[in-house]
C-alpha cells in the first residue's frame, strides 16, 4: 500500500505549455489506465504517467471525481488555482449564457466611479463605463470594441478597480510595439500617481507595477519564463492588446507562449478589434485563453448549429463591443475597381498558373509552399517585373520569397524576356490617377502594398507628391519623422505603406481620408486594422472617408477579395456588427486610369484548376 505520505496522484504542468501530466502513485497505475479513457486528448507514453491536454482536463474534471484516493492527490499549485478558477468560470459562464437566470451579481455602469477608487482621475465615455462594468462583471473579460473606442483606457480601468478592490496588484501588457505609446500615455493621463510602467528589457525592476511587452519577444523560452515568474510573484493581471496576433492557439509561437503565461494570472483580459479574422477558429482559441476549458467549449457548441446571428445571441454575454455605429462615425465608402491587364502581363500570369497548379495539387497539406506559391500569384497580379527580382528582407517572414527561377526555353521564360522593364503596371498607373486628383482637392492619400518594391516603384512614380514611406525596413527614428511630415507637411499628398508595418497602433484620421490598396492578401484582420488607421473616433460628421480596393481582373485577386468577403460578413454577423458586414460589401467602379487557411486553400485550388484548365 502506498504510504500516507506519498500522493496517489500527482498533478502537474507537462513538457508541452498546453498540456498537463498525471503521474500515478505505486499501485494505482491500473486506475490511471481506467482514467485515461475519459479524457479523449490522453497519451501514455510511460506506465503510470499520462499526458492530456489542459482544455480536456479542465473541462473534465467532474472524472477525476472517480479517483480512488482523492485525500492523496498533489496538485501543481499554479495548476490547482486554474482548475478551481475554472470551475468557478463553468458555473458563471453557464449563468451568463443562460436567459431565464436573473441570480447573476452585473456591476452597473453607475458604481464604476466608486470601484475605481479616488485614484482614477479620467473622464469615461459612456459606452466605455457600460463596457467597464461588463468586463467587471466577469471573472475574466474580452473587449471586442473597434479602434478608437477607447480598449486601452477601458482595460487599464479594469485593472485599477481589481487593484482597488485588492484583487491584483501587478499588470502584465502583451502588445505590439505600436501599443507602448498608447499605454504610457493612459497610464499618466489616468491615474494621480501613474502605475510604475516599463517596457520590459532583460533587466526588470522587481518593484514595477506593470510591464509592458511585444509579441515578438515571446519567441525565447527565457522571456517567457521570466515573465511566467514576474505573474507568479505576486496577484497579477494578464492582458492581451491586439489579442488577434495569437488566434493560432497552441499551433503558434505567440499563442503557446500566452497559453503558457495564463495559468500564471489572476485576471486575464484581452482587447482586439477583430477576434475572428479567419473564422470560428480563432475565437475559440482566444476564448480558450480567457476561459480555459469552458471558454473553447461554448464557443464551440454555440456555433456548430452554422446559424451565426444565433451564436452571436448566445456569446454575447461573454464579451463586450463597441461598434462604430455606436462612436458615431460618419459613414466609409468603399469601392473595388477592376484593372485589366495588358496582354503581355494577362500571358505572363496564365503562364505562372499553368507552372504551379500541379505543384500546388501535391502540396494541400504544405501552407508554407502554397504561402510561397500565393506571393508568386500577388506578385503577377500587381507587376510581373516583380517575380524577376523577389522580395526584400523587410517583409514579414513568411512573405519573403527569392526571385523566381524560371528555366531557359520554357514559355514563361520568354514572355519575362519580353516583357519590357519600362511597361508600366496598370495598378501603378490607377494610383498615380487617384492621387493625382485626390491632390488636385488638397486630400492626402494613404497607400497600401504588400510588397516594398511596389512601395519603392510607387515612391519614384509619385514623386511630385513628395511621399513618405514607412515599411519594415523604416529605422525607427526615421519611421516616426516620415509619419509627422505626412501628417504636417503641405507638400506631402501621400504616405505609402504596408499593412503589416502600419496595420494596427497609428491614427491618421485627421490628416487623411483616402485609402488605396494596390494588392490584398487573406489575412482579414490584418485589412480591419489597416481601415481604422483613417476611420477611428473623433472624424466630424462631415467627414468624406473613401477606400479604394485595386484587383487586375482575372487574377488571385478575385479569390482574395471573395474570400475577404465571407471572412468579415462571418466577422460581422458574430459580432452581430452590421458596419463589419458593409465592408464586405465593396462596390465594383470601372478603374481610372498570407494569412492562409483551410477555406482559403480550397478558393485558390479551385482558381488553379479553373484557370489551368
Known amino acids: 500500500m502506498t504510504p500516507a505520505s506519498s500522493p496517489s496522484l ?86 451568463q449564457l443562460d436567459p431565464a437566470d436573473d441570480s447573476t451579481s452585473a456591476v452597473g455602469p453607475e458604481q464604476i466611479g466608486e470601484l475605481l477608487g479616488p485614484a482614477w482621475t479620467a473622464d469615461l465615455t459612456a459606452f466605455q463605463r457600460r463596457d467597464i462594468a461588463k ?47 498608447s499605454w504610457l500615455y493612459e497610464n499618466s493621463a489616468c491615474l494621480d500617481e501613474p502605475l510604475r510602467m516599463e517596457v520590459f528589457s532583460r533587466n526588470v525592476d522587481p518593484s514595477a507595477d506593470s510591464l509592458v511587452v511585444n509579441y515578438e519577444s515571446l519567441k525565447t523560452e527565457a522571456t517567457v519564463t521570466q515573465l511566467g515568474q514576474w505573474l507568479a510573484a505576486r496577484p497579477s493581471m494578464l ?26 494570472s489572476r485576471h486575464r483580459l484581452i482587447l482586439t478589434g477583430t477576434p475572428a479574422p479567419n473564422g470560428v477558429k480563432d475565437l475559440e482559441n482566444l476564448f480558450g485563453f480567457v476561459w480555459p476549458g469552458h471558454g473553447r467549449q461554448k464557443v464551440t457548441q454555440a456555433v456548430a448549429g452554422g446559424d451565426l446571428a444565433k451564436a452571436s445571441q448566445v456569446l454575447r454575454p461573454l464579451f463586450t463591443r463597441t461598434t462604430k455605429d455606436e462612436l458615431g462615425l460618419p459613414p466609409v465608402a468603399t469601392r473595388l475597381v477592376p484593372v485589366e491587364m495588358p496582354p503581355l502581363h494577362h500571358e505572363v500570369y496564365e503562364a505562372l498558373i499553368g507552372r504551379f497548379s500541379a505543384r500546388a495539387a501535391g502540396s494541400e497539406s504544405d501552407f508554407q509552399t502554397l504561402g510561397k506559391i500565393i506571393v508568386y500569384m500577388l ?35 520568354e514572355l519575362m524576356r519580353d516583357l519590357p522593364s519600362y511597361e508600366m503596371s496598370p495598378k501603378y498607373r490607377e494610383v498615380l490617377a487617384i492621387v493625382n486628383e485626390n491632390a488636385r482637392r488638397g486630400r492626402k492619400t494613404l497607400v497600401w502594398s504588400t510588397f516594398i518594391r511596389s512601395l519603392n516603384t510607387l515612391d519614384r512614380i509619385l514623386r511630385e507628391f513628395s ?94 477579395a471573395q474570400r475577404l468577403n465571407d471572412k468579415l460578413q462571418f466577422m460581422g454577423r458574430i459580432l452581430d456588427d452590421p458596419t463589419v458586414q458593409q465592408l464586405a460589401d465593396l462596390d465594383e467602379e470601372p478603374a481610372v486610369g498570407g494569412g492562409l487557411d483551410q477555406r482559403d486553400l480550397q478558393a485558390l485550388m479551385g482558381h488553379l484548376r479553373a484557370r489551368s484548365a
Open 10 to 95: 500527482e498533478i502537474g504542468f507537462g513538457d508541452g505549455v498546453t498540456k498537463a501530466r498525471l503521474r500515478a502513485g505505486a499501485g494505482y497505475e491500473g486506475d490511471l489506465r481506467r482514467l485515461a479513457l475519459r479524457f479523449r486528448s490522453s497519451v501514455q507514453r510511460l506506465t503510470g504517467t499520462m499526458e492530456v491536454e489542459i482544455d480536456d482536463l479542465l473541462t473534465n474534471l467532474a472524472a477525476l471525481g472517480t479517483w480512488p484516493a482523492p485525500a492523496s492527490v498533489a496538485w501543481d499549485p499554479q495548476l490547482a488555482r486554474l482548475a478551481t478558477d475554472s470551475a468557478h468560470d463553468a458555473q458563471a459562464v453557464a449563468r
Open 135 to 181: 468586463l467587471l462583471s466577469l471573472r475574466h473579460g474580452a473587449n471586442f470594441s473597434v479602434p478608437g473606442a477607447g480598449k486601452t483606457r477601458v482595460g487599464l480601468a479594469v485593472f485599477q478597480a481589481l487593484r482597488h478592490r485588492g484583487s491584483v496588484e501587478r499588470l502584465l501588457i502583451i502588445g505590439p510595439k505600436s501599443c507602448y505609446e
Open 239 to 264: 492582458l492581451l492588446d491586439e489579442a488577434h496576433r495569437m488566434k493560432l492557439g497552441a499551433d503558434g509561437t505567440y499563442g503557446s507562449a500566452c497559453l503558457a503565461l495564463g495559468p500564471r
Open 379 to 413: 506578385m503577377a497580379a500587381t507587376s510581373p517585373a516583380l517575380l524577376a527580382v523577389g522580395t526584400t528582407r523587410h517583409e514579414p517572414l513568411s512573405y519573403q520569397v527569392p526571385p523566381l527561377a524560371i528555366p531557359d526555353g520554357t514559355p514563361l521564360y
Open 467 to 560: 511621399p513618405a514611406m514607412v515599411h519594415g525596413g523604416t529605422q525607427d527614428s526615421d519611421r516616426q519623422a516620415e509619419i509627422d511630415r505626412f501628417r504636417n507637411d503641405p507638400d506631402c499628398m501621400v504616405l505609402l505603406s504596408n499593412p503589416a508595418t502600419l496595420g494596427e497602433g497609428i491614427s491618421l484620421h485627421h490628416h487623411c481620408h483616402d485609402a488605396v490598396y494596390v494588392d490584398r492578401d487573406f489575412a482579414a484582420g490584418r485589412f480591419l486594422q489597416s481601415l481604422d488607421r483613417i476611420h477611428r473616433l473623433g472624424l466630424a460628421q462631415e467627414t468624406e472617408t473613401r477606400i479604394t480596393v485595386l484587383a487586375s481582373e482575372g487574377t488571385i485577386d478575385e479569390v482574395v
